[in-house]
């Protein structure tokens, strides 16, 4: 177990509902191996969207460690956790959530804004990228012009296209129909296999989460086991 | 760029939304030009004043007269070159709407102190020469098509009884500003009137115009004339003619304070118009923010986005209506409510309010809704989403 990317031990957050504390995870101890593939399964509002959105750097845990390649990202401000996920994290909504007044391209080219790339080098990676993912013929669409799976794509795309050390994906077939959805885990695996990718991937859909290399499943907030 | 590629597209993307919202916005700022534009017209008069030129009056009240023969005295008074006199005459033309300035003044003088009225020689004369002549201004005769020539039927309010007078010239005004609107008449010819009616009212005069020698001594000259008085039957105050203005100006203040008033309550509403727009935009693109912060873009960011919006359609509104109040102001300044004001030209002062307007309504508009959104949390945003 050398090469731990993400170490989580005893984590726990729970959320305030006027004076009361909702506990939402309970004490939740986990390591992913970078390169590693991992589904977290569970009925909806057991908490994986909670748990991942920890791991992605968006919400704060209220409790336990949290460490991401090494670096305990629960001390960081908000500004710096910003940097952070722009530099670490690729995310991919099961909505898509692009930018509907931005063509295909542009969404792609958001996250680059916040690097210090050219005009010229965004525009060649940007290209390579929309290619992987199958879109070239479709970079000027914008995203009410095309269907589900293409919009997913161009997330995928945005979400790959700073070259992130981890994919974090919140149900990211949930909204399309079985072409678009094994096309889209196809890509994923793909991503981990081939650009070695470390994924984790939010899926309450058991076929969908066959596509990972290790499915862990919670209930209720806690970390019941794992599957395969 | 891209910050200003999204605000644009932002702004165009609820176009029926953002086309209500601007054309509000240029209404009330065509509106708030209009009203700051009769505010200024208010004052064009006292402006356009010399203060080359003082106004004796009684000390007491305008109500209160002077007898004429103070005019030789206040002649005698170092630095004095004219003296002439006036008096409000306030008949009625066929009817009291038809509201306009009359004054009996001393024809063989009166229009030496005032060089911003162009009058043909010939028909200056003309005038002298005819006891029940008229002289008037370019605009008044333009409104009701008088000629030179034509008989002007005046029902008196102050000295009763139907009067006649025919319009021996008209004068232009060499300034924008100058007014044109006056309507002279002699008095001498008032005078006999009422000197055969009222003798004891005889030789009073309400007014006298005063063109002194050097501006820069107004203060002491007006002193000098009030002091020839003091302790006299008719005690006088005398000032600039810009003073004796604004002094008029000043009795219209509640009015002009209350046109002042709503042109500012006009900016009020559309502040709020606006900021309900951009509060319901903002409302709408919670999730879009927050995927922009997951992203990594920074809660200003967001604000920014949300006030250069706000700012786009704050200008868009202002741009329009500024370049509309224009034609408007002209449009009303040849209506007959319009032609009541000498000049009602849109000053350099009113756009720069319309600019600033413009700003604060876009400024305020974007502070609630963009705090808001540069506050919420991530995962609160994104729980927007389907
Ligand atoms: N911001 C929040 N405030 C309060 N409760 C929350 C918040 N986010 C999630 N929850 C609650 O936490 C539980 C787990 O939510 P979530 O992680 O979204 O579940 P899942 O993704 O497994 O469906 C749910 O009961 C949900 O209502
Ligand atoms: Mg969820």
Known sequence: MSDTLVEIKNLAKSYTRGDQDVPVLRDITLNIERGDFISLMGPSGSGKSTLLNLIAGIDK??????????????KLSEGELADWRAS??????????LMPVLTAYENVELPLLLTNLSRSERRERIEMTLNMVGLSDR????PNELSGGQQQRVAIARAIVTDPTILVCDEPTGDLDKQSASDV?????????TLGKTIIMVTHDAHAAEAARRIVVLEKGELLGEGV | MYYLKLIFKNVFRAKLRTALTVIGLVVAIVAFGLLQTVVDAWFAGANSASSARLVTRNAISLVFLMPTYYRERI??????????YSQWFGGIYKEPSNFFPQFAVDHNNYFDLYPEYLIKPDELLAFK?????????RKLADQFGWKVGDVIPIRGTILSGDWQFTIRAIFDGRDETTLTRQFYLQWDYINESVKKRFPKRGDQIGVFNILINDPSRAADISKAIDAEFRNSLAETLTETEKAFQLGFVAQSEA?????RVVSFVVIFIIMAVVANTMAMTARERIAEYATLKVLGFSPGYVAALIFGEAMVLAFLGAGIGILLTFPVASGFANSSAGAAFASFAVSASTVWLQVACAVAVGVIAALVPGWRSARIKIVDGLRHVG
């Open chain 2, 75 to 84: 002649r005698s008074i170092e630095g004095v070159k004219i003296v002439s």
């Open chain 1, 88 to 97: 670490n994290i690729g995310f991919i909504f099961q909505f898509y959530n």
């Open chain 1, 185 to 193: 885990l196809n890509m994923l695996k793909e991503l981990n296999s």
């Open chain 2, 129 to 137: 020469r005819d006891r029940q002549g008229a002289v008037v201004g």
């Open chain 1, 139 to 142: 970079m000027d669409h914008y």
């Open chain 1, 61 to 74: 845990p209220t409790g336990g460690i949290l460490r991401i390649d090494g670096e305990d990202i629960s």
């Open chain 2, 255 to 259: 009015i002009v304070v209350a046109i």
